[in-house]
């Protein structure tokens, strides 16, 4: 099983701009879907934005038009482009790594603090 690490996390104010990192430590072709996830305190976890090994995107509605996925395959690092943040994206992000069931994993979680 690979590692991920995530990186990017912080505060900013209501408006503004954050980009999240996330890297494997495998090739990134040998996972089907790396995704993005969020976590807000008293919530469950939700997908925020995936892009499989074709490069096939998927977003919340919630995040649409703001967020953007992108990846660098010679770096086996995927970004999430955060723009326009609201508070309600305040959350701990979370890396997952879907190679097909039951091979996944997660990464440690970087927290986004988004004050209005």
């Known amino acids: 099983q690979g590692q991920l690490g995530e990186s990017g996390g912080g505060l900013v104010q209501a408006g503004g701009s954050l980009r999240l990192s996330c890297a494997t430590s495998?090739?990134?072709?040998?996972?089907?879907?790396m995704g993005w996830y969020r976590q807000a305190t008293g919530k469950q976890r939700e997908l925020v934005a995936s892009?499989?090994?074709?490069?096939?995107?998927k977003y919340a509605d919630s995040v649409k038009s703001r967020f953007t996925i992108s990846r660098d395959t010679s770096k086996n690092t995927v970004y999430l482009q955060m723009n326009m943040l609201k508070p309600e994206d305040t959350a701990v992000y979370f890396c997952n790594a879907d190679k097909g069931f039951p091979f996944h994993y997660w990464g440690q979680g970087t927290q986004v603090t988004v004050s209005s």
């Open positions: 495998e090739n990134i072709f040998s996972i089907n879907t």
């Open positions: 892009i499989t090994s074709g490069g096939m995107t």
